[in-house]
């Protein structure tokens, strides 16, 4: 999450042996260029030093990337040290950044599942450790939910949440990738999938094709990859995980911060259940699953059926991001928000708009790698309950499959629950990478 909200995303149905294959064209060429790559080296292509310049280099017909910036280690201690405490509004002691590091932004094809693979182009971010190292642990990074299209990893300026994953990580020999999602950054959807599971899933692992492309281009290599991601990066990090395990791809450790990993349950919550500590911009987060599921799932009236008339246009701007347009336009009060109806547990749990949320889960398939889930005790997006949801359910699986774990950050906030998580997991990422960050040249 980043100056707006932050929540989760849903599950799909599982996919044709056509759409799958559909899945696979981009991810399949660009296995085929890395092979390329490091075989022949330099000969296929240009030059990392043409990024220098800020031109893009494009790797394949489907990837290519540009030279976004450099930050010194100073600039990293910096957002350790004084910019995330005050950004999260909580003190936290970061281990200090050794290495300078290099910032891409990635440009890449890829499919929208829930489009019948309509093709779209994304972006992302890949920060590069500078150091004489040639093989690094990778941090794939999913970001929380944003309101700006900007506020996103490949625009790391503007995104407080990716800054303090650069310094912790990439400052400290890792290289740290994040996919912008689909409708964010600079990729051609003009509209944003907000918890479209499907999505969120292509979109992270076509990325991960991308940047290690991109990597063997630079005649680098990854070693272990993790996943991590905050509050609906959180649920995007599990339902990535899925895809991940589901296509064979290791991952050497999972954590998230403050996940929504059953999208119903929260929504349920702020609507039916509500909490005195809820967030005041549950509201976005009701905007966004609405318009998005409409334009993703090809639902037409859906947002309409949701919203009360006299919002409804309000709530179509702050979707679209038309110029202007200020969630404060909308209520807080989710009753004058939402039709009536939809304060019926049963009624919105039956509508089509509970349907497609019920959809977003990512936790309910047998775990085989390591996964962490920190959460808040003062949350106010995600209840306790849900913050060990994953957990409680892998161990209610006959003995129990105790890979998935929920830990606590105390009485920590939804920022305050994602910035104190990240230096734990630097630990527990650093004792599985062992020397291969730690005994790196600088």
Known sequence: MSSTPAFETEPVPVPSNEVRRGRHLISARIRLFVCAALLCGSALIAQPICAQKSQPVRVTSDVQYEFIGRWDVARLNQILQVDTPKFFDIPVTYTSARNSVRLYRVTYRSVIPEMGNQPTTATGLLAIPETSGKAFPVVSYQHGTV???HQVPSFPEESGET?????????????????????????SEPHEGFMV??????????MNEA??????NMKLRGTDLFLAGWSQGGFVTMAALEKFER?????????????????LMPITGFIDFPRKNDAPWTNALVVLTAFSFENYYGVPGLAQSVFNPAYYDAAKAIYDRTPGADLSALPADLHKLIRPEYFDPQFLANSEYGRLLAKDRAYQWVIKTPVRNYYGT???????GLGQLAANYQHAIGSGNDKVQAVSTGPTTHRGTYASAVPEWKIWFDSLAGAKVNDRKE
């Open 147 to 149: 309101y700006g299209k």
């Open 163 to 187: 800054k303090l994953m650069i310094a912790q990580f990439a400052g400290q020999g890792y290289v740290v990738e994040g996919a912008d999602y689909f409708g964010m950054g600079a990729g």
């Open 197 to 206: 599971k499907s999505s969120h899933q292509q979109a992270v692992f076509d």
């Open 211 to 216: 940047a290690h492309a991109v990597m063997a």
């Open 247 to 263: 296509d064979g791809v290791p991952v050497t450790a999972v954590v998230t911060a403050s996940a929504p990993v059953d999208a």
């Open 378 to 384: 003062n949350d106010e997006v995600i209840s306790v």
